[in-house]
């Protein structure tokens, strides 16, 4: 089992490589984020062993958990990448160095308030809904400047970037065009030079479409089954969580 996950991340990493160098990109501007949801502690120390050292959590109570049997790995940065209710901002907050899906102000006003409670400050990305699908959670495309705008406010928050899924189970072109948009709508957003915002980050990509997005400017692709093996749930489970969201 190992042996498997270090070589499926070896191979991760070549074709990451390989993309950036057909898009005239420097290897060096694209982080690989390991997506961890489901995955058992012996493939993460699999992973580890083989120079992982990203982790992305899309469940608080599953972070929790990994967090606390891994604190021996102190190379392990965790960041969260799964919707985010507010009555889990307390929690997640103890575990990770940046958030991918602030998609709300009710949100970044949450964070905040926690954050100053405990005098520290967060890397956030703002998540922008660029598939346009009612299933899934960000921000419109056209409220993106708005509410980055609003979030930067908040002086515990740093607003680094954005975040987007691509659309599920669709041809490459529709794809390409969803992480198209949101590399023009972070050129929009430095246009603005709002103070105290960096928008440097792209997260976007995936296992089925990772090369797709380093094409098309991701800095941070978000990678799972294709170095872990496939999950028991599908991914609707862990993005499509809009029904009974409380918030």
């Not at 191979?11 to 961890?36: D, Y």
């Not at 103890?94 to 009710?106: A, E, G, N, P």
């Not at 740093?158 to 691509?166: A, E, N």
């Amino acid at each position: 089992m190992s042996d498997r996950v270090e070589e499926n991340l070896k191979a991760v990493r070549h074709r990451i490589e390989a993309a950036c160098q057909a898009s005239g990109r420097k290897k060096e501007e694209v982080k690989l984020l390991l997506a961890t949801k489901t995955v058992p502690l012996e493939k993460l120390r699999s992973a580890i062993r083989a120079g992982g050292a990203l982790f992305g959590e899309n469940k608080v109570q599953e972070l929790r958990g990994k967090y606390a049997d891994m604190q021996e790995y102190k190379e392990v940065e965790w960041h969260f990448i799964g919707h985010l209710q507010t009555n889990k901002v307390k929690d997640v907050v103890k575990y990770v160095t940046m958030i991918h899906s602030v998609d709300r102000l009710k949100l970044g006003q949450a964070l905040h308030t926690q954050l100053q409670k405990e005098n520290k400050r967060m890397d956030i990305l703002v998540q922008i809904n660029t598939s346009c699908e009612e299933s899934k959670f960000g921000a419109r495309p056209e409220d993106a400047l708005e509410l980055v705008e609003q979030l930067s406010q908040f002086n515990s928050l740093r607003v680094r970037g954005l975040m987007t899924i691509g659309k599920l189970n669709a041809t490459s072109d529709e794809t390409r065009h969803c992480f198209r948009l949101l590399k023009q709508i972070q050129s929009r957003i430095a246009a603005q030079n709002i103070p105290g915002v960096e928008i440097e980050i792209l997260s976007m990509g995936m296992s089925g479409d990772f090369e797709v997005a380093i094409e098309e400017g991701a800095t941070i692709v978000r990678v799972g089954t294709t170095i872990f093996g496939e999950r028991e749930l599908p991914d609707c489970y862990y993005w499509n969580e809009k029904a009974g969201s409380p918030d």
